[in-house]
């Protein structure tokens, strides 16, 4: 059996928290969330700025990632397979179509965004590179879920967190809508994430 590092474990918790659609977090929001007392949370909060993973906005007080943190990722999603193979195609798709365009992969039930081409009209404003989207709440995430039956099926309610009121958060009723997406070819995305916005993707 491996060993696992708590305070590593407690870091990571951090991190993947300051890297959420929200950003910037509070010392008091991070300790809520975690569940851990303040003074364990300040002192991960401070031994990641002195390695640059995290660092202190200067107006609003609030923890967000550290340039150090973003270099490393941005290294490996340049070297990212699906990344360099989506370019030129999606590049080519949003200029035919005039159209954004998002290449996302399956990330620990969630969609890694891997690769994007912005058009003013594509409504996507907000989306970047490395950002990390619910499956259940957008057309590229069900477009992955729909050949994904096994993540599905293990899907709860506590998972299917709302974002409006348009957002599916009960299992039966994301997987009967699955099946559509299945059988039509493609996705979309109703208010489900942004209200106002309106999206489709094609599963292949």
């Known amino acids: 059996m491996s060993a696992r590092i708590q305070s ?32 364990t949370v300040y002192g991960i909060v401070r031994t990641l700025q002195t390695v640059a993973f995290a660092e202190q906005d200067s107006e609003s007080g609030k923890s967000q990632l550290g340039a150090a ?24 798709l949003a200029t035919r179509l005039d ?19 912005l058009r003013p009209a594509g409504g996507l404003a907000g989306v970047a590179v490395g950002d990390l989207m619910p499956l259940h709440a957008t057309a590229l995430g069900k477009a992955l879920l729909a050949h994904h039956p096994r993540i599905v099926g293990e899907l709860t309610a506590d998972e299917l967190e709302r974002y409006t009121d348009g957002t599916l958060t009960d299992p039966d009723a994301l997987k009967e809508q699955l099946g559509g997406v299945a059988a039509r070819g493609w996705a979309s995305d109703v208010e489900e994430l942004v209200p106002g916005r309106c999206l489709d993707r094609d599963p292949d």
């Open 8 to 39: 590593i474990q407690r870091a990571a918790a951090v991190l993947r928290l300051l890297s959420a659609r929200s950003g910037r977090r509070a010392l008091a929001e991070l300790a809520s969330e975690l569940q851990l007392p303040r003074g």
């Open 69 to 92: 943190l973003l270099h490393i990722g941005s290294r490996s999603l340049n070297g990212n397979e699906l990344r360099l193979r989506a370019i030129t195609w999606a590049d080519a």
């Open 99 to 117: 159209e954004s365009v998002l290449v996302g992969m399956l990330h620990e039930n969630h969609v890694l965004i891997v690769h994007q081409v």
